[in-house]
């Protein structure tokens, strides 16, 4: 008997010798929500680059994953219309970008609407030449309604017909008293590489586009009209350039879940506020392939763009709407509260950490 349960006893010493290695070699995750599956969640972006910051940096440093969401983004390369679509269409749960693309699409009837900011500050801006600069006699001290006549004659290259970019040129060009259609030329280009190659070969006098594709051309002797990322323009300061719009059904039936994507969203903001240097080398992954001193470049200039919270102003998106009206054909009949919503927003913040 004596001899049958040391055997035992070694027997059972030995499984649990073999569990304990096992659990040391195979450790529980660091973070429950890790452990289990998470949830899709597909948003479409019309772009890359700088108006993303604050969910780049949420998915880089795992806040998203954290709040148990497995989030994929898809570039859309047609732009807005066709991220919205996709949103529509139900391909893609929320549309990342200009709110003007989700405004219209509500005046015809497709109940869509804006649950958080990701950028406050007009993203785009324009660049010209440097000798066109000098030539109309300009600085960045110079007024900016100056600055913006210095549009005249010149031939200025945008993303394509009724973009943003498209917008921002004849927006500006009126403001200044300069007719679009008639005092310079508006031509469409495409993306990033058409553009710098057009601008450093001469053959367009300047174009209009977000950074860091700006910044790489005032690295080459560009001339930047007018910084509204810092908001010093005032028809457009404190304008609500980038948000996540969704279809007012997914927002009801995902409600957790666009909790969770607006909770990720406000800890990346916070970080660009209170640790941005930690945040910016979060995001330097996504443009590995900019110059360093490029990349930093267009950082400093685009920070001040990036809101501390998501929470979305009336007055952001009424900027917005008198935006639309000014330069495009159609008007837009709709009040700013049937555009956006901070139920998501309102719903997160006692969850929130003030930093």
């Known amino acids: 008997m004596l001899i049958l349960s040391s055997l035992r006893s070694r027997s059972m010493f030995k499984r649990l010798l073999a569990a304990i290695t096992m659990a040391l070699l195979c ?19 019309p772009s890359e680059g700088f108006l993303y910051v604050p969910i780049y ?44 693309i989700a405004i219209r699409a509500r005046t015809k009837g497709q109940a869509v609407r804006a649950f958080a900011a990701v950028q406050t500050q007009f993203g785009s801006t324009v660049v010209i030449q440097g000798d066109a600069a000098r030539k109309a006699g300009i600085s960045a001290a110079s007024p900016i309604v100056d600055r913006a006549r210095a549009l005249r004659g010149l031939t200025i290259g945008v993303a394509g017909p009724g973009s943003t970019t498209d917008l921002l ?3 500006l060009a009126k403001d200044a008293g300069l007719n679009p259609d008639r005092d310079l030329t508006i031509t469409p280009i495409g993306g990033a590489p058409n553009m710098l190659a057009a601008f450093s070969q001469g053959t367009i006098g300047g174009f209009s586009l977000s950074p860091p594709t700006i910044t790489t051309a005032e690295k080459q002797g560009g001339f930047v009209l007018v910084d509204l990322a810092k908001g010093e323009y005032e028809p457009l300061a404190g304008f609500l350039f980038t948000a996540m719009i969704a279809r007012d059904d997914w927002l009801s039936s995902h409600r957790d879940t666009a909790e969770k994507l607006v909770r990720g969203l406000w800890r990346g903001e916070q970080l660009l506020k209170s640790d941005p240097d930690k945040a910016r080398e979060a995001v330097r992954t996504f443009f590995s392939r900019t110059d360093p001193a490029i990349f930093d470049a267009a950082w400093a200039a685009s920070l001040p763009s990036y809101p ?46 003030p930093k």
């Open 169 to 171: 040129v004849r927006f």
């Open 308 to 353: 501390a919270t998501p929470r979305i102003e009336p007055s952001a998106v009424e900027k917005n709407i008198t935006f639309m009206n000014a330069v495009e054909a159609e008007p837009v009949r709709i009040a700013a509260d049937q555009i956006f919503t901070n139920v998501i927003v309102d719903a997160v913040a006692p969850t929130i950490t």
């Open 57 to 100: 940096a949420a998915q880089k440093l795992g806040y998203f994953a954290e709040e148990g969401l497995d989030v994929e983004v898809v570039v859309f390369q047609k732009g807005g219309a066709a991220a919205l679509t996709a949103v529509l269409s139900r391909d893609a749960d929320a549309y990342v970008g200009f709110p003007a």
């Open 27 to 45: 450790p529980m995750p660091a973070h429950p929500s890790l452990a289990a599956e998470r949830t899709k969640v597909v948003l479409a972006f």
